[in-house]
């Protein structure tokens, strides 16, 4: 069984689209991140949930919305996607926020063409 | 300047090798993490360690607090450990708000 997994792997979309990756984990653990790491290979958390609730927003532009129906869930929403969206997007989950190893998902290719 | 600096940014060793890669880093923290990442994308944690020295197989992770520096080395290096691996550290300002900002990696190659 996979312990983060996101859907989906990749997605490829036109500037202005809105769309959704989904984020589940397995585990048990009560905190979830979104990250995104660059075209320069360069990572970056965007928001953390602990218990559902909304810990780090980190400067991210609102149209990125990240919701938790549950612990086991962390979607994020991107309305009107722009050209520098295009990244990879990775959720990760740990026990609680501190000094707890993340697991990680796979990663969600998004292409904004 | 980011606040975590790993060296070197690129590393070829050949097989047998051993391997340093170095962080260094500006801020308080609450722990320090080590992650590798695979030529096919997946993140994998390797170490979380707020103090000393952890060993996992062929990896050593240590740690120093006072001079805000970790090591990663990898003994007898094989090609299968050829992926990037990233420094990471965790701080927050108190409650829940603890994060991790990474380093901008280490490509490390093994030849056969």
Not at chain 2, 16 to 31: D, L, P, R
Not at chain 2, 66 to 82: F, G, M, N, V, Y
Request: some cysteine.
């Amino acid at each position: 069984d996979t312990a983060v997994s996101q859907t989906p792997k990749y997605l490829v979309t036109q500037m202005g689209n809105d769309k959704s990756i989904k984020c589940e984990q397995n585990l048990g653990h009560d905190t979830m991140y979104w990250y995104k790491q660059d075209s320069k290979k360069f990572l970056k958390i965007m928001f953390s949930y602990n218990n559902k609730e909304l810990i780090i927003n980190e400067t991210v532009p609102n149209r990125f919305s990240p919701k938790s129906p549950d612990k086991a869930h962390l979607n994020l929403h991107i309305n009107s996607l722009e050209l520098g969206d295009s990244a990879v997007y990775f959720c990760a989950s740990s026990i609680q926020t501190e000094t707890y190893e993340q697991y990680f998902g796979p990663g969600t290719r998004l292409t904004v063409t | 300047k980011n606040e975590v600096e790993q060296s070197p940014q690129n590393l070829t060793a050949q097989e047998g090798e051993f391997i340093t890669i170095n962080c260094s880093y500006s801020v308080g923290i609450s722990a320090l993490h080590w992650l590798q990442q695979h030529p096919g994308g997946g993140i994998v944690s390797l170490f979380m360690l707020s103090s000393g020295k952890k060993k996992h197989g062929r990896l050593i992770a240590t740690i120093n607090i006072q001079e805000k520096h970790s090591s990663l080395h990898i003994t007898a290096s094989h090609p299968r450990d050829s992926a990037v691996y990233i420094c990471a550290v965790e701080a927050g300002s108190g409650g829940s708000n603890y994060k991790l900002t990474f380093g901008k990696g280490t490509l490390l190659t093994v030849n056969p």
